[in-house]
C-alpha cells in the first residue's frame, strides 16, 4: 500500500462467469454440466450477490470483462503504471 493503493473489481456478467465456471469444471475436475448448473443455481449466484458485488463500490476502477481475459490484464497493468508514474511525478514536485 506504500507503493500503490488500487482496488479493481472485474465486472463478468452472470452468464459468462456460467460458461467459464462450466468450461472449466468439465474439463479439469470431471463434473457434468448439470451438476455445474445446479451448484452455480443453488450456491454461487447468490454468494456472489451477498459477498461479491456488494465490493463492486469500494473499487477504484471497474473493469468489465465479457472477452477475453489477456485484455482486462492489460488495462489494469497500464492503470497501474500510470498510478505508478503519477506517484512518482508527485514525490519529485
Known amino acids: 500500500r506504500a507503493l500503490l493503493d488500487l ?10 462467469r456460467l ?10 475436475r470431471g463434473r457434468t454440466r448439470r451438476s455445474v448448473l445446479s451448484q452455480f443455481e ?8 451477498a459477498y461479491v458485488e456488494p465490493t463492486k463500490a469500494l473499487a477504484d476502477l471497474v473493469l468489465y470483462n465479457v472477452g477475453r481475459v489477456d485484455r482486462v490484464a492489460e488495462v489494469a497493468a497500464a492503470v497501474v503504471v500510470e498510478q505508478m508514474a503519477r506517484r512518482r ?3 519529485v514536485a
Open 89 to 91: 511525478l508527485a514525490e
Open 7 to 16: 482496488a479493481f473489481f472485474l465486472d463478468v456478467p452472470d452468464e459468462v
Open 19 to 28: 460458461a467459464r465456471r462450466i468450461a472449466r469444471d468439465t474439463a479439469e
Open 42 to 49: 443453488a450456491t454461487v449466484r447468490g454468494a456472489h450477490a
